[in-house]
């Protein structure tokens, strides 16, 4: 090597080195630790003593995969994953498409309110949202019985309760889907419509022929966020129903978490790198969906 | 509430529609449709607010009432009063202050070697960080809990920061940013005798003020609002987060005081809606640059 390239590496490195180092400890390490641990049988009262810790090869991932509760977790994340990722990036798109127009006003007023969902914790998040849906003082139940309808508990019911979080999260996160469309609307050239409207095409044809083939690339960046985001469903059920009732809201993460308050590391680890790869691969998929038509 | 504003002579120049007629209607509709909108996205909130100023009386009354009839700011005085609302601000603010300085830092740094220095292992590094933004969190929770327990950093500030001062997603948002400064212009300063430190903090630096912007709200607001972590890192009440004491009032002794939790929500919210009104502009040119076209 010469001494200008060696030179140059060290360079490299020292403005590489202080991510790296914390990186390594708080992101790597955990990482790798965890792997290690889902082929172990590490519990809580193992941490002082980690040489009484024996390996167990895969029967964690065994005891995963056949446990009821993780079906039913599996059952209900997927559900969430399904409905509420196309649910909120229609209505993204939609709130994009719509304050991308030229003739709208008050697009700060729109973008910030719109945008306040995402910027806001879920412990106040919760807060307000028990109180909507609550079943006696709640709002939605409020303006119901001003028509004589007496509104079901929307959080206490387990056929609703999965729905009403589906709805809470696509009211939290379409916010943040809507600046990036319309950061991807942004990238679509103006003389394009005009010249679809030279052609005589309607407002939808322009919209189907020209904003969502060219929104591709948008449209997948979107998907792979929204779908690592929500295959880790968790904060809802944490904080409004505590996975109940008769875990009709339980996650696969908040059953990991479980699992992780009751000592069961090895457990939680395999849990969780199942998870994992559950990300992985819907991730290939939207890749698969979204790519570019040749 | 805004009442929706109708486009008069709605052709602004940049509009080529044709006919006059629809184009207003168009307009009317589609105001109308984002106020709609706007307005089922943002009533949790108002009634949030309305109801910080309700006396608990009021709040438990069926069925609810909407404006306050009696607005009272006893829930606010009783924030500082009979909790220390304050210090949890305090400790929210430290944290986040922290995880936003680290990551501007060390993810620019990395971005820039990424961007436009040769070293070895600079592909492998690249990817491995990338790899990592889709590993879910849960997977490092718990080694990570181990770990800063064994460093003697549960219910610490360090605690609290530490883990989250260097993340993958800067690194990303930065070197896509770093790509795109031309190398002629650093190429010049490295004739001119530059060090690559020098280049980085007096050319680089500058140049990439909306990058750092993006990145800088983006770990404010998620510090701000990281809620599992400090709930299980913080174990007393003088640690605790703007969002544990929150979470924990709400389900704890303070239940049945809805108007304190509601103003303290109401309250945690103003900073990050500050930060957010400020910097909004430069958020949508930051994702933008995240290289999603």
Not at chain 1, 41 to 68: C, E, H, K, M, W
Not at chain 1, 72 to 101: D, K, Q
Not at chain 2, 127 to 148: E, K, N, R, S
């Given at each position: 090597m010469r001494p200008g390239r060696a030179r140059e590496g060290l360079v490299g490195w020292s403005f590489a080195l202080p991510f790296v180092v914390?990186?390594?400890?708080?992101?790597?390490?955990?990482?790798?630790?965890?792997?290690?641990?889902?082929?172990?049988?590490?519990?809580?009262?193992?941490?002082?003593?980690?040489?009484?810790?024996?390996?167990?090869?895969?029967?964690?991932?065994?005891?995963?995969?056949?446990?009821?509760?993780?079906?039913?977790?599996?059952?209900?994340?997927?559900?969430?994953?399904?409905?509420?990722?196309?649910?909120?990036?229609?209505?993204?798109?939609?709130?994009?498409?719509?304050?991308?127009?030229?003739?709208?006003?008050?697009?700060?007023?729109?973008?910030?309110?719109?945008?306040?969902?995402?910027?806001?914790?879920?412990?106040?998040?919760?807060?307000?949202?028990?109180?909507?849906l609550g079943a006696e003082i709640g709002l939605v139940n409020g303006i119901l019985s001003v028509f004589g309808i007496t509104g079901p508990g929307w959080l206490t019911s387990s056929s609703l309760a999965l729905g009403s979080l589906i709805v809470m999260a696509a009211w939290r996160n379409m916010g943040f889907l809507m600046i990036i469309f319309l950061a991807g609307l942004q990238t679509i050239p103006r003389d394009l419509y005009e010249a679809a409207e030279v052609d005589g095409s309607s407002r939808w044809q322009q919209f189907r022929h020209v904003t969502l083939p060219l929104l591709r690339p948008t449209m997948l960046f979107a998907a792979v966020i929204t779908g690592i985001g929500y295959l880790q469903f968790f904060e809802e059920p944490f904080v409004m129903t505590q996975g109940g009732p008769l875990n009709s809201t339980l996650s696969v993460a908040y059953h990991a978490y479980n699992q992780f308050s009751f000592g069961n590391y090895g457990y939680t680890a395999a849990a969780s790198y199942v998870l994992f790869l559950a990300i992985a691969l819907l991730t290939v998929f939207w890749f698969r969906l979204f790519r570019p038509q040749t | 509430m805004t009442a929706p504003t109708i486009p008069r002579g709605s052709h602004s120049p940049s509009q080529p529609t044709g006919h006059k007629g629809p184009g207003r209607r168009r307009g009317w509709l589609l105001h109308l449709g984002l106020l709609g909108g706007l307005i089922l996205v943002v009533t949790p909130f108002v009634w949030m607010i309305l109801g910080s100023f309700k006396t608990t009386a009021e709040l438990r009354r069926v069925p609810p009432t909407w404006l306050p009839e009696q607005i009272t700011l006893s829930n606010y005085q009783d924030l500082f009063e009979r909790l220390d609302f304050g210090r949890y601000f305090f400790n929210s603010a430290l944290v986040a202050t922290a995880v936003t300085v680290g990551n501007l830092v060390f993810c620019s740094m990395l971005?820039?070697?990424?961007?436009?220095?040769?070293?070895?292992?600079?592909?492998?590094?690249?990817?491995?960080?990338?790899?990592?933004?889709?590993?879910?969190?849960?997977?490092?929770?718990?080694?990570?809990?181990?770990?800063?327990?064994?460093?003697?950093?549960?219910?610490?500030?360090?605690?609290?920061?530490?883990?989250?001062?260097a993340q993958a997603f800067g690194v990303f948002l930065m070197r896509q940013f770093i790509i795109g400064i031309p190398d002629d212009l650093l190429d010049a300063a490295r004739?001119?005798?530059?060090?690559?430190?020098?280049?980085?903090?007096?050319?680089?630096?500058?140049?990439?003020?909306?990058?750092?912007?993006?990145?800088?709200?983006?770990?404010?607001?998620?510090?701000?609002?990281?809620?599992?972590?400090?709930?299980?890192?913080?174990?007393?009440?003088?640690?605790?987060?703007?969002?544990?004491?929150?979470?924990?009032?709400?389900?704890?002794?303070?239940?049945?005081?809805?108007?304190?939790?509601?103003?303290?929500?109401?309250?945690?919210?103003?900073?990050?809606?500050?930060?957010?009104?400020?910097?909004?502009?430069?958020?949508?040119?930051?994702?933008?640059?995240?290289?999603?076209?």
């Open positions: 914390f990186f390594t400890v708080f992101m790597a390490g955990p990482i790798l630790a965890a792997l290690v641990t889902s082929f172990t049988d590490l519990r809580v009262t193992d941490i002082r003593s980690p040489f009484s810790v024996d390996i167990v090869g895969v029967d964690n991932y065994v005891a995963v995969l056949q446990d009821p509760i993780f079906h039913r977790a599996a059952v209900n994340t997927a559900i969430f994953v399904l409905v509420g990722i196309p649910l909120t990036m229609v209505l993204g798109l939609l709130t994009a498409v719509g304050l991308n127009s030229a003739i709208v006003k008050f697009r700060t007023l729109f973008r910030v309110g719109y945008y306040m969902p995402v910027v806001t914790s879920i412990a106040a998040v919760a807060v307000v949202w028990r109180m909507v | 971005g820039y070697a990424l961007a436009k220095l040769r070293f070895p292992g600079r592909r492998p590094l690249f990817l491995l960080v990338l790899t990592t933004l889709m590993v879910p969190g849960l997977v490092t929770f718990m080694p990570l809990f181990v770990l800063v327990a064994n460093m003697g950093l549960v219910n610490t500030h360090a605690g609290l920061a530490l883990p989250f001062v004739i001119d005798g530059a060090g690559e430190h020098y280049i980085f903090w007096r050319i680089v630096i500058p140049l990439t003020g909306p990058a750092l912007a993006t990145l800088a709200i983006l770990m404010f607001l998620g510090s701000w609002n990281n809620f599992l972590w400090p709930l299980v890192v913080a174990t007393t009440e003088d640690m605790y987060t703007l969002p544990v004491a929150i979470a924990l009032f709400s389900t704890g002794q303070h239940e049945t005081n809805l108007g304190l939790l509601m103003a303290g929500s109401a309250a945690a919210l103003v900073p990050v809606l500050v930060v957010f009104v400020a910097l909004q502009r430069f958020f949508t040119q930051g994702i933008a640059m995240t290289g999603i076209k």
